[in-house]
């Protein structure tokens, strides 16, 4: 149980009217559905049957069943009280091989979306969150700059379905993820270790993005267009030369490289100089196109990292420092509200855009049903803690407008597999029954949501 006497006391109401608060997921995490409806495979397809590759051997074939499950998925956001609720288009449902338009694709978005609006929830859809159809992986995926075509193609078509009814759109979930992990660590798919066709990959992301944003605002009647970005607080491991100028290329390139582009000041210096060689092409006109207005920026935010020197380690010369003695989540993640709240002041000073909506952030733990509860309290601590950081920051002056909590559903944590659960909804993946977890409770009992909210505290 958590200890209430520890928790900071704290109300929707000290939130400004009109403030988002939502739950987030995507596709390829919690549909399922992988043949359904004209669905072809995504690189996450391809990459999970690769032996080795994702920690239980598991894929998203089957996830959630989302796909079928999403009357009542959307009942359990609503039933948290909930305004907005964000989710991913997957591409694979709507273009295969560049053919025409996959039409029970569209039309599974656009039954999700009234299912959102009947149920007063804002639709808040991701365009990319990493389920790349194969086929353009096959034609050298993110690494070939025929895909920021592809990707505008694909932006259209599904803007012109759905914009109608949705006026805010993501373009892309974590472009460092989609870079890095899938093409740099190789931790993600599709696999590929090689820094130069990460960074060639980085800036096709961005690139697409820009592209993106005026094909949206065309299509969308008052639109309001950004992109999700994950950020780190970076701190050096101690206070000697040479950690602290990892600590900065290593920021270079986990913030800096997406931050410092979307708002016009080109690609940072001091990380084009550390990578050399595999510095990406830039054509005439690019850094233009992806630096196009934006509305808001999205933070997902998880923890802050702390950076040592290491001559001769990855292009920067650098390493992460496991610190001991900190709270961390059974992920290994640091806790550390604190960095959240650093990062929005950041963004607001450094980048100022118009608005910043926190569009992830939670936490993953070895849940146990306990006669068909899950009593999660250290993730309701970690929910209570950075709202409570948020809170000051908006008091502070930083304009934040809206939080997702990440997320609605336990769900495929990508090379993790079914063994991290972040939802504040536990799902049994053999039964697929949905509980909602002390967390959710908690997040209820805040947001005044939803029937039979307890009169005593909850969790
Ligand atoms: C983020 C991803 C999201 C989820 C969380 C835990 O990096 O955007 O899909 O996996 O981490």
């Given at each position: 149980?958590?200890?209430?006497?520890?928790?900071?006391?704290?109300?929707?109401?000290?939130?400004?009217?009109?403030?988002?608060?939502?739950?987030?997921?995507?596709?390829?995490?919690?549909?399922?559905?992988?043949?359904?409806?004209?669905?072809?495979?995504?690189?996450?397809?391809?990459?999970?049957?690769?032996?080795?590759?994702?920690?239980?051997?598991?894929?998203?074939?089957?996830?959630?069943?989302?796909?079928?499950?999403?009357?009542?998925?959307?009942d359990i956001a609503r039933g948290l009280g909930t305004n907005a609720y964000r989710f991913s288009i997957a591409w694979?449902?709507?273009?295969?091989?560049?053919?025409?338009?996959?039409?029970?694709?569209?039309?599974?978005?656009?039954?999700?979306?009234?299912?959102?609006?009947?149920?007063?929830?804002?639709?808040?859809?991701?365009?990319?969150?990493?389920?790349?159809?194969q086929a353009l992986q096959d034609r050298g995926g993110w690494m070939a700059r025929d895909i920021v075509h592809r990707?505008?193609?694909?932006?259209?078509?599904?803007?012109?379905?759905?914009?109608?009814?949705?006026?805010?759109?993501?373009?892309?979930?974590?472009?460092?993820?989609?870079?890095?992990?899938?093409?740099?660590?190789?931790?993600?798919?599709?696999?590929?270790?090689?820094?130069?066709?990460?960074?060639?990959?980085?800036?096709?992301?961005?690139?697409?993005?820009?592209?993106?944003?005026?094909?949206?605002?065309?299509?969308?009647?008052?639109?309001?267009?950004?992109?999700?970005?994950?950020?780190?607080?970076?701190?050096?491991?101690?206070?000697?030369?040479?950690?602290?100028?990892?600590?900065?290329?290593?920021?270079?390139?986990?913030?800096?490289?997406?931050?410092?582009?979307?708002?016009?000041?080109?690609?940072?210096?001091?990380?084009?100089?550390?990578?050399?060689?595999?510095?990406?092409?830039?054509?005439?006109?690019?850094?233009?196109?992806?630096?196009?207005?934006?509305?808001?920026?999205?933070?997902?935010?998880?923890?802050?990292?702390?950076?040592?020197?290491?001559?001769?380690?990855?292009?920067?010369?650098?390493?992460?420092?496991?610190?001991?003695?900190?709270?961390?989540?059974?992920?290994?993640?640091?806790?550390?509200?604190?960095?959240?709240?650093?990062?929005?002041?950041?963004?607001?000073?450094?980048?100022?855009?118009?608005?910043?909506?926190?569009?992830?952030?939670?936490?993953?733990?070895?849940?146990?049903?306990?006669?068909?509860?899950?009593?999660?309290?250290?993730?309701?601590?970690?929910?209570?803690?950075?709202?409570?950081?948020?809170?000051?920051?908006?008091?502070?002056?930083?304009?934040?407008?809206?939080?997702?909590?990440?997320?609605?559903?336990?769900?495929?944590?990508?090379?993790?597999?079914?063994?991290?659960?972040?939802?504040?909804?536990?799902?049994?993946?053999?039964?697929?029954?949905?509980?909602?977890?002390?967390?959710?409770?908690?997040?209820?009992?805040?947001?005044?949501?939803?029937?039979?909210?307890?009169?005593?505290?909850?969790?």
């Amino acid at each position: 149980m958590t200890n209430n006497a520890l928790m900071p006391a704290l109300a929707r109401a000290d939130f400004p009217p009109g403030f988002i608060w939502g739950t987030s997921t995507s596709s390829y995490q919690i549909e399922g559905a992988r043949h359904e409806d004209g669905r072809v495979d995504s690189i996450w397809d391809t990459f999970s049957a690769r032996p080795g590759r994702v920690r239980d051997g598991s894929s998203g074939t089957v996830a959630c069943d989302h796909y079928h499950r999403w009357p009542g998925d959307l009942d359990i956001a609503r039933g948290l009280g909930t305004n907005a609720y964000r989710f991913s288009i997957a591409w694979p449902r709507i273009f295969g091989d560049g053919a025409a338009p996959n039409t029970k694709g569209l039309d599974f978005y656009d039954r999700l979306v009234d299912g959102m609006l009947e149920r007063g929830l804002q639709p808040w859809p991701t365009l990319y969150h990493w389920d790349l159809p194969q086929a353009l992986q096959d034609r050298g995926g993110w690494m070939a700059r025929d895909i920021v075509h592809r990707f505008a193609q694909y932006v259209d078509v599904v803007t012109r379905r759905l914009g109608d009814r949705v006026p805010q759109w993501i373009t892309h979930n974590e472009p460092w993820c989609t870079a890095m992990h899938g093409h740099m660590d190789g931790m993600h798919a599709p696999g590929i270790r090689d820094v130069a066709s990460a960074l060639q990959a980085s800036h096709h992301v961005l690139l697409s993005h820009g592209l993106a944003v005026p094909v949206i605002r065309a299509n969308v009647p008052g639109a309001r267009v950004g992109a999700a970005l994950s950020l780190h607080p970076i701190r050096p491991a101690s206070e000697s030369p040479e950690d602290r100028a990892a600590a900065h290329r290593h920021d270079g390139l986990r913030n800096r490289w997406f931050l410092d582009p979307l708002f016009g000041k080109g690609y940072p210096a001091d990380v084009l100089d550390a990578v050399r060689d595999a510095a990406p092409r830039i054509e005439a006109g690019d850094l233009e196109a992806i630096a196009a207005p934006t509305d808001f920026t999205g933070l997902n935010y998880y923890f802050p990292e702390v950076i040592a020197a290491a001559p001769g380690e990855g292009p920067l010369h650098a390493r992460v420092v496991h610190r001991e003695g900190v709270e961390r989540t059974a992920f290994g993640w640091e806790v550390a509200p604190g960095g959240m709240a650093q990062l929005l002041h950041r963004i607001h000073a450094e980048y100022g855009p118009k608005a910043i909506y926190v569009t992830e952030n939670g936490s993953c733990y070895d849940d146990a049903v306990i006669d068909g509860q899950v009593h999660d309290a250290q993730r309701t601590s970690y929910l209570v803690r950075h709202l409570a950081a948020l809170k000051h920051t908006l008091d502070e002056g930083v304009p934040v407008a809206g939080y997702f909590a990440w997320s609605l559903l336990d769900n495929f944590e990508w090379a993790e597999g079914y063994t991290r659960r972040f939802g504040l909804t536990h799902v049994d993946f053999a039964t697929q029954q949905r509980i909602l977890k002390d967390s959710g409770k908690w997040y209820r009992q805040f947001l005044g949501g939803g029937e039979a909210v307890s009169k005593s505290p909850q969790a």
